[in-house]
């Protein structure tokens, strides 16, 4: 198991290391992004641009530019200086990232209660009515696009815009000061972006759940007389659940990686996604950049782990 789980691990570092340096080619080599220039401004002549150059390093061989890059942000976790925002990228990163969290942790939790829970009760009442109908729903969440969903929630729902007002409204997590005003704050984006996704996870854990509970062990422990609910429950779920596995860590990955960012711009989160979209809009590469090198890091931390539940559930992973 310590064998499986350090290979993981060496593998986890080495794809860190490609990804920062495909990450540094499409910034400082293409010639459309080049940072100087950008830096420099519109009107800036070849001279002040030769200047910024140099104090960048961009004057330095390519190697030596990644070699410092690596160093930088391996070594003292430094994405850069933003100087749209005048401060450093990582102090942006850090200021942002709890918004990102309280949101991704509060509709992952929302999405695998409920997707799971009707994934097995769908499996377990299969073809019947309620199978039907949960199904239908969960096509139907999966087809409505993320704004449009929040939207018609801060529309009927919010207590600034709303026809009934029972939930805060956009802007409110920024302005929340105790642990449950920002959570009641967040009721409305956690829905919004648990539909979508708990839908996924119905679908997918009840597809799983009918292929287990169709294995000769099931059809084993109900002949030795046990009760359906401990053979769905204790037998059936461990099984069924490993494909869960593997879409929660990189949903969550890639969710604090800033693609939560229909959800937080809707709803005016000041977190990752948002400040991803607020750079774009500004041309702002530096903090592009360290941004997307930091959620890289969430995206193979969190398959990292994908990787070792995987050996916990399934003993026979470990040898693979």
């Known amino acids: 198991m310590l064998r499986y789980i350090f290979r993981r691990i060496l593998w986890a570092v ?8 495909a990450i540094f080619l ?40 990644y070699v410092v890059y690596t160093r ?7 994405f850069g ?19 990102t969290a309280w949101l991704v942790v509060g509709g992952a939790i929302v999405w695998l209660a409920i997707g799971i829970s009707v ?16 199904m239908t729903v969960s096509l139907a969440f999966i087809s409505a696009p993320t704004f449009w969903l929040g939207l018609v929630t801060l529309y009927l729902f919010a207590n600034d815009i709303g026809r009934f007002k029972v939930f805060d409204g956009q802007g409110s997590f920024a302005t929340a000061s105790t642990v449950f005003q920002k959570a009641w704050a967040m009721v409305l984006p956690w829905l919004v972006l648990a539909a979508s996704s708990s839908a996924v996870y119905a679908r997918y854990m009840r597809a799983s ?45 890639t969710l604090l990686a800033g693609q939560a960012i229909v959800t937080e711009t809707v709803f005016n989160i ?8 607020q750079a774009i809009s500004v041309s702002d590469l530096t903090t592009i950049e360290g941004v997307t090198l930091f959620g890289s890091f969430f995206i193979v931390f969190f398959n990292l782990v994908v990787d070792i539940g995987y050996a916990f559930l399934d003993p026979r992973v470990r040898y693979g």
Request: hydrophobic letters at 45%.
């Open 14 to 21: 080495a794809m860190l290391f490609i990804v920062s340096a």
């Open 26 to 65: 499409i910034f400082y080599v293409l010639p459309s992004a080049d940072p100087a220039v950008l830096r420099a401004g519109r009107n800036a002549g070849t001279a002040q641009i030769a200047s910024i150059r140099r104090s960048l390093g961009l004057d330095k061989p390519i190697y030596v530019q």
């Open 72 to 78: 930088q942000v391996f070594l003292h976790f430094d």
């Open 81 to 99: 200086y933003s100087y749209q925002y005048e401060v450093p990228v990582r102090q942006l990163i850090l200021s942002r990232l709890p918004a």
């Open 119 to 134: 994934g097995i009760v769908s499996a377990v009442k299969r073809r019947s009515l309620t199978d039907r109908v949960s």
């Open 209 to 253: 759940m009918i292929d287990t509970l169709s294995e000769d062990y099931i059809r084993t422990a109900r002949a030795k007389g046990l009760r359906e609910r401990t053979v769905v429950l204790r037998h059936g779920l461990r099984s069924a659940i490993t494909p869960i596995v593997t879409l929660v860590g990189l949903d969550v990955g």
């Open 270 to 277: 000041p977190g990752l996604g948002r400040l991803l979209y």
